[in-house]
């Protein structure tokens, strides 16, 4: 199997049309990411491709959690569920206290709870319900309460 343009479209679009957030794929010593979230556009020239690069690297910077933020994580690979009845059980702004549950993730059948790791509040949720998420992925920042006031 080659590595081409086409291959690549195809693998854009499966990726787009699919409910994954993520694709990676090896062909020989080549090996290609996919992920859901940037705008799909035409393939970057070379000079495209170095502005990409720093944007990325001020993306991360962007999206790194300030030091005072703690970061909600996934302990596993799955489909994640926010809402319970119909309604979300966090949304951005909510204050949680350490241990309450602020999503699911489904993973091979078993509904696994994601607990808050500290009391705080809830200042960004970065996925939807329904959502692919990979195992370490960052569900949500939480602004932790000062230790003085709990």
């Given amino acids: ?7 690549l479209h ?20 080549w090996r290609v990411t996919i ?6 556009s035409a393939p970057p020239s070379s000079s495209t491709a170095r502005r990409a690069a720093g944007g990325a690297q001020s993306d991360e910077v962007a999206h790194a959690p300030s030091p005072s ?3 909600v994580v996934s302990s596993w ?9 119909g309604k979300p059980l966090v949304q951005v702004g909510d ?19 994601v607990r808050a790791p500290e009391s705080g509040r809830i200042v960004e949720i970065f996925v939807e319900d329904g959502q692919s998420v ?17």
Avoid at 10 to 27: G, K, P, W
Avoid at 97 to 111: E, F, M, S, Y
């Fill in 95 to 113: 204050t949680v206290r350490k241990g309450q549950t602020v999503c699911w993730i489904d993973a091979l059948g078993v509904r696994n709870e």
């Fill in 35 to 40: 992920r859901k979230g940037a705008p799909l």
């Fill in 69 to 71: 933020y703690v970061p």
């Fill in 1 to 7: 199997m080659n590595l081409n343009m086409e291959l």
């Fill in 134 to 150: 990979e195992f370490g992925q960052q569900l949500m920042l939480l602004e932790p309460h000062d230790k003085g006031g709990e």
């Fill in 77 to 85: 690979v799955g489909i994640v569920r926010r809402q319970h009845n």
């Fill in 10 to 29: 195809q693998l854009v679009n499966l990726v787009r049309d699919a409910r994954i957030s993520e694709l990676t794929l090896r062909v020989g010593d």
